[in-house]
């Protein structure tokens, strides 16, 4: 069984046609999707149509359900301009949406459990089984992992959210993040320099005869292309995303 784990489209489809091409190519038996896939990119409606045509179970990220709520889920304390900023983007998102594409996302599920092999599941969510918002950073100490996933040590798991590629033991199995299909960056950078990276992430879970494997895979795509369809987009505050990819 070789399962494309992917996460955090974002609402770029340009870095999503990358991975779509590149998985097309693996020889994979599945796709899952961990969430945050249609929000903030300059692409909404083009990542639902992808995302329709692989056909594939998708989790609910807190973006996802930001975009179909309004509401936020986690307690970051989000600095009001920029929640209005993000409350700006949203309506822009759903402007570009049809009531079939907010169905489809309303639908997307907590968490979702494929079997592997017989006595071996997948469990995959966003930021850990019980919350959306959940941080697991590669950094995150014992105890807040075993906080969040100790309780599942007979699974395989699988989570997005932090936009961080990383494998981490739990108990005899392990828990690991495919990173960002469409928001790709390195957290050990200070906020005022901070730049997004001109590649797609994504990972590959192969398990076949009690032997397991994963792989993460790094895409480039043209980041001068983004910025093409970030400025001809109409999304509200385009300048502040592309110079994330400017140097």
């Known amino acids: 069984m070789r399962i494309a784990v992917i996460s955090d489209m974002h609402g770029n ?6 991975v779509d091409a590149d998985i097309k190519d693996q020889n994979v ?16 409606a083009e990542v639902v149509r992808r995302l329709r045509r692989m056909n594939c ?16 889920t986690g307690d970051e304390g989000i600095p009001p301009e920029r929640l209005r900023k993000m409350g700006e983007i949203r309506l ?14 309303s639908k997307f599920q907590p968490t979702v459990t494929l079997k592997l092999e017989d006595r071996l599941d997948l469990l995959c969510f966003h930021g850990s089984p019980a919350s959306l918002d959940d941080v697991i950073l590669p950094a995150s100490s014992g105890e807040e992992f075993r906080k969040f996933l100790g309780a599942h040590t007979g699974q ?67 980041a001068d292309e983004l910025i093409r369809i970030y400025r001809e987009s ?8 592309i110079a994330q990819y400017q140097t």
């Not at 038996?29 to 945050?36: A, E, F, K, P, T």
């Open 156 to 222: 395989i798991l699988t989570g997005g959210h932090t936009h961080a590629q990383q494998i981490r033991r739990l108990g005899d199995l392990f828990f690991f993040n495919p990173g960002s299909v469409g928001f790709a960056y390195s957290h050990d950078q200070p906020e005022n320099l901070f730049r997004a990276d001109p590649w797609a992430e994504y990972a590959i879970l192969t398990a076949e005869k009690n032997r397991v494997s994963v792989e993460f895979r790094r895409l480039p795509f043209d």
């Open 234 to 241: 109409g999304r509200p505050f385009a300048e502040d995303a």
């Open 92 to 105: 822009w998102s759903l402007s570009q949406l049809t009531e079939d594409d907010i169905d489809f996302i």
């Open 57 to 72: 179970p998708v989790v609910m990220g807190n973006a996802d359900a930001w975009l179909v709520s309004g509401e936020e």
């Open 29 to 44: 038996d599945q796709i899952v999707c961990l969430g945050d896939a249609i929000q903030g990119g300059p692409q909404p």
């Open 13 to 18: 489809d340009l870095a999503f046609d990358a």
